[in-house]
């Protein structure tokens, strides 16, 4: 993934830190093969950054609206208010027999009329639950010991839609839920079954080392569960950021590959076994954060899982699907509450979990050097919140004076600015042709200009068009972080003609602080031998001369 790629602002493309790895990463390394695949052991991985990949998320105002919407959470705001003045409770805290039927019916879960199903009163003493555990309402004992619930400060804020208050209460219940949903999965089903129908924590009973032993295996189910959602709530928050809007929705089995093959490897027949295992271990846990609006879930079919006698069980990816029989498999979208609620929860555990924009609050200078020294970052966005709205010749003006300089970064800018200037468009043409002269911003406005049409473009003399060809290069050479396949591409189109010794003997005296660095990568790289011969040497020319 983009995310994954690390600049490397030195003068040599060589001399960069470790890969960065992304926090999935530190959770899946067996799985992703990361170790290997960014060059790490396990003393170099403290040392690596963790990249965290920047997400679009609304105004809080909206994320608020979108919390009080979810049907869980709006429960538990009607129950506390139901609870004013004050409300008889049982000495757990709960609702009292009588009043159950008539906070179902407040919740539009039973008919005004008639019997309370069970469902619908276990329901209600859900949500009445999380109301307790939100502060949402207070629990106390009057003079005479009667237990009683009264309204929290938290209730007028939060119906009034304050958003600090509305999504501070969210992320809470959004981690009861998280919790709850790991406890429930890590019981053995029997249990799980019994404590669901009993709503309450299971109780061991006494038999020495035979119960410590079945403690630990719960305690190690538990730990299992914790570690497997986790790992999926960052891959989600991960593909969320790079999917197309409107392309998000990720398959269940997808992501359980993503969790269980090897990256690059195709999934054996084994780690076939191993996805569905995935699948059905995790369909609970979401449906759960499905309830708290994390996350769109559809679950699996259970019917796809019901063993006919005589009939193999179903393993994912034994044989294509379409599209509707695939989503009977299970299909998954982190929500923008999810998205802000794994953010929240990433900056809790001291990740550095940016937004689109972040860098783009500033003059344009402050801009290219953000993008230019951010790994996790993705620049287009960044230059697209910054040019919205803005005057297309002043703001072409100032990123043209940002992008000047002979700095370690200067070519990773000029890129930059050119990519905004595509972004304001023909209305920026003046401000561009106000700087063909330039020694430095010439060659990249003379293309720029050709590009959008324009047919008097003078040609730049030869000292400019070399010194574009080497800062262009350098430029991708940063960029791209020394990809191999990159900058082959780049390489095939360099003017070097019939006689590259004459050509590169022009290159190597350009005044370029990557100069060197440009043509040790056209010397490794090029499938030339010849031309890659002349690079090397004239790098090692570059090299002497300073």
């Not at 550095?352 to 951010?374: F, I, K, M, T, W």
Request: proline content about 7%; some cysteine; hydrophobic content about 45%.
């Amino acid at each position: 993934m983009a995310g994954r790629r690390r600049k490397n602002g030195g003068a040599s493309a060589g001399e960069g830190a470790a890969e960065a790895v992304l926090p999935a990463d530190l959770e899946l390394q067996d799985l992703y093969g990361a170790f290997a695949a960014h060059g790490l052991d396990d003393e170099d991985l403290d040392d690596a950054a963790v990249l965290v990949p920047p997400v679009k998320l609304p105004a809080e105002q909206e994320l608020a609206e979108q919390a009080k919407a979810v049907p869980m959470f709006g429960y538990a705001l009607a129950l506390a208010r139901w609870a004013a003045p004050h409300r008889t409770v049982d000495e757990f805290g709960d609702l009292v027999e009588e009043d159950r039927g008539p906070a179902a019916r407040l919740l539009g879960l039973a008919p005004a009329e008639g019997e309370v199903p069970e469902e619908a009163e276990v329901e209600a003493l859900r949500a009445w639950s999380l109301a307790c555990d939100l502060d949402l309402v207070e629990l106390g004992t009057t003079k005479d010991g009667e237990h009683v619930a009264v309204p929290g400060p938290d209730l007028e804020p939060a119906e009034q839609g304050d958003p600090d208050t509305v999504l501070e209460l969210w992320l809470t219940a959004a981690g009861i839920v998280r919790e709850l949903a790991v406890e429930a999965d890590s019981l053995p089903e029997e249990e799980a079954a019994e404590e669901e129908e009993e709503g309450g924590e299971p109780t061991p009973e006494e038999g020495g080392e035979e119960d410590e032993d079945g403690l630990n295996e719960v305690e190690e189910a538990r730990d299992a569960a914790a570690e497997l959602l986790d790992e999926a709530l960052q891959v989600l928050y991960e593909t969320t950021a790079f999917a197309d809007p409107g392309n998000e929705t990720v398959p269940l089995g997808v992501l359980a590959a993503l969790l269980v093959v090897p990256e690059g490897e195709e999934p054996s027949e084994e780690l076939l076994g191993d996805i569905t295992d995935v699948m059905v271990a995790l369909d609970p846990m979401l449906g759960d954060l499905a309830e708290l609006g994390l996350l769109d879930y559809r679950p699996i079919d259970p019917e796809l899982f019901d063993e006919e006698e005589g009939e193999e069980p179903v393993v994912v990816g034994e044989a294509p699907l379409d599209e509707e029989e695939s989503a009977r498999f299970g299909l998954v979208r982190l929500t923008p509450l999810g998205q802000y609620g794994i953010r929240q929860w990433l900056l809790e555990d001291g990740y550095d979990a940016p937004l689109v924009g972040d860098l783009a609050q500033g003059d344009a200078a402050e801009l290219l050097r953000g993008v230019c020294e951010s790994a996790n970052v993705l620049p287009e966005e960044e230059l697209r919140v910054w040019v919205a709205g803005r005057e297309p010749v002043p703001a072409a003006r100032e990123l043209l004076a940002a992008a000047r300089g002979d700095d370690a970064y200067g070519p990773l800018r000029r890129m930059l600015c050119v990519s905004a200037l595509n972004l304001l468009g023909a209305e920026a043409e003046p401000a561009v042709r106000e700087v063909l002269d330039d020694p430095e911003l010439g060659g990249s406005a003379r293309a720029w200009l050709s590009a959008l049409g324009a047919t008097d473009v003078p040609v730049p003399d030869r000292t400019m068009a070399l010194w574009t060809v080497v800062d262009t290069f350098a430029a991708q050479l940063l960029d791209s972080g020394g990809d191999a396949a990159l900058l082959r591409e780049l390489i095939t189109d360099l003017p070097v003609k019939g006689d590259p010794a004459a050509w590169f003997g022009e290159l190597w005296r350009v005044d370029h602080p990557y100069t060197a660095d440009v043509l040790e990568a056209i010397g490794e790289l090029h499938t030339d031998r010849a031309v890659a011969k002349e690079a090397r040497k004239a790098a090692f020319k570059a090299r002497s001369k300073g």
